[in-house]
């Protein structure tokens, strides 16, 4: 069964450092997600993507968030300067369409540690 | 803001028939009301989707009343492995793309 996969799968930085995490979407989506969830908290979505534009972002992606499709398989997120509270898990996922009728299907996660 | 409710938590046994209720008052007329479990430290999974009267896959069932204001995600048979957090989870209103998660049911299968 075709699957989401993400790297790495876990990442330690310094406050203030960038980071980049990176995923492979199933090869024939075309929509893809980028979540976060803060241990002990519920899932937050922050950013579809498709057709290499933004299609919605939610208040938390803001400006020191971006998202990339670099090649014909990655999609990535880049934090450019990261704080202590973006310690999280961060989820990739995608989907063969937009629309609500559309099973995302998401990877593994990032685990994300700002010290 | 179309959003859920559901138990925080549940416990049940092995052979089980497990129902979970899921509550979403202001669901949108064209939402689908999804269902996701999530195992500790990995990423969500669809489990079932719905829009109305009952849905049924090979891991679950998914009644929907005619008002649709509620849903119940039903699993047949639970083993011991199906303890993880259930989401029931609607779209952001006017939204094709995000999905609006909450706390979730931490179902416990005990033996």
């Known amino acids: 069964e075709p699957e989401v996969t993400q790297t790495p799968s876990h990442q330690v930085t310094q406050m203030g450092q960038e980071v980049i995490l990176r995923c492979v979407p199933i090869s024939n989506h075309l929509y893809f997600y980028w979540y976060r969830q803060i241990l002990g908290q519920k899932v937050e979505f922050l950013v579809s993507?498709?057709?290499?534009?933004?299609?919605?972002k939610s208040e938390i992606f803001d400006d020191q968030f971006s998202v990339e499709r670099p090649d014909g398989s990655n999609f990535t997120l880049k934090i450019r300067s990261t704080k202590l509270e973006d310690s999280a898990m961060y989820f990739c996922?995608?989907?063969?369409?937009?629309?609500?009728?559309?099973?995302?299907?998401f990877g593994p996660g990032t685990r994300l540690t700002v010290t | 803001l179309a959003k859920t409710t559901q138990p925080i938590s549940m416990d049940s046994y092995e052979g089980q028939e497990v129902n979970i209720t899921c509550s979403h008052n202001n669901i949108a007329t064209n939402d689908y009301i999804t269902w996701y479990q999530q195992f500790p430290s990995q990423g969500p999974r669809f489990i079932i989707q719905?829009?109305?009267?009952?849905v049924t896959n090979e891991v679950a069932s998914l009644f929907i009343p005619a008002d649709r204001k509620s849903s119940t995600l039903s699993l047949p048979r639970v083993s011991l492995s199906d303890t993880a957090v259930y989401y029931c989870?609607?779209?952001?209103?006017?939204?094709?793309?995000?999905?609006?998660w909450g706390a979730g049911t931490k179902l416990i299968i005990k033996p």
């Open positions: 989870l609607v779209f952001l209103m006017d939204s094709n793309y995000q999905l609006i």
């Open positions: 719905g829009y109305k009267t009952k």
């Open positions: 996922a995608s989907s063969e369409a937009g629309g609500r009728a559309y099973e995302q299907y």
């Open positions: 993507f498709y057709n290499n534009e933004i299609s919605e």
